[in-house]
């Protein structure tokens, strides 16, 4: 298997631009979540789904983000416009949600640098 | 809510050392408990986890965490650490399936630093 698939490993864009992350989950995995990283910050939960559908959104700092999910295999999050304070690791995460619990596993994460 | 506590932000430890990683959690219910490793520009590794049964849970790396119900707490040691050991470490938790699915929450992480 080869894991959680986030793409680009590194973007880095002007103030103002849109800027898009790409996911792709472990196949047979139905639950989805999206995480940013910052030093001040640590670890925080911005969005996650389960079989596709959006639960919990409270995490998204504001409207500028915003996540999809069209199909089980594929999610995007996408800024817009985006801010030097966007600046962050954003990882993407699945895990396979059944009667007991199932690791979750992490992909390698994009680095966004917002000039 | 739940929430993690990871009272040390940076742990410097001297090569063949050993090393514990300070967790506590807060959660109204029942938990599950789990510490990741993120070696530099990588992504999130498990360590070990603790679902239930045996409090003393052994992981990958010679790692072993102890969970404390009393204590509310899952602290991480290794009896001999080695320069490879050298990552941010992250204390999670979640709730039982069967009380819904919940995401992982993280604490803030340490950061273990070995000297040689």
């Known amino acids: 298997d080869a894991g959680v698939i986030q793409s680009p490993r590194h973007e880095v864009t002007e103030m103002g631009q849109e800027v898009t992350l790409r996911c792709k989950p472990i196949?047979?995995?139905?639950?989805l979540f999206w995480y940013r990283q910052t030093m001040m910050r640590g670890l925080e939960l911005l969005i996650y789904?389960?079989?596709?559908?959006?639960?919990?959104d409270s995490g998204m700092p504001e409207d500028r983000f915003s996540a999809k999910m069209p199909n089980a295999s594929f999610s995007t999050l996408k800024i817009q416009p985006s801010e030097p304070r966007d600046s962050a690791v954003y990882f993407c995460?699945?895990?396979?949600?059944?009667?007991?619990?199932?690791?979750?596993?992490f992909g390698p994460g994009t680095r966004l640098t917002v000039l | 809510a739940q929430s993690v506590t990871q009272l040390d932000s940076q742990v410097p430890v001297f090569e063949e050392a050993p090393v514990e990683l300070r967790c506590n959690y807060s959660?109204?219910?029942?938990?599950?408990l789990f510490w990741y490793v993120q070696y530099p520009n990588q992504g999130l590794q498990l360590l070990l986890k603790?679902?239930?049964?045996?409090?003393l849970v052994k992981g990958i790396n010679g790692f072993e965490a102890e969970f404390n119900k009393s204590q509310t707490s899952f602290h991480l040691r290794k009896p001999s650490v080695h320069i490879s050991d050298t990552a941010e470490y992250f204390c999670?938790?979640?709730?039982?399936?069967?009380?819904?699915?919940?995401?992982?929450?993280f604490g803030k992480g340490t950061r273990l630093s070995v000297i040689a």
């Open positions: 995460a699945s895990r396979r949600d059944s009667g007991s619990y199932n690791e979750q596993f």
């Open positions: 196949s047979g995995h139905n639950s």
């Open positions: 789904f389960n079989n596709n559908v959006p639960i919990d």
């Open positions: 959660s109204s219910v029942s938990v599950y």
């Open positions: 603790y679902l239930s049964g045996s409090t």
């Open positions: 999670a938790v979640t709730q039982p399936a069967s009380s819904g699915n919940t995401p992982l929450v």
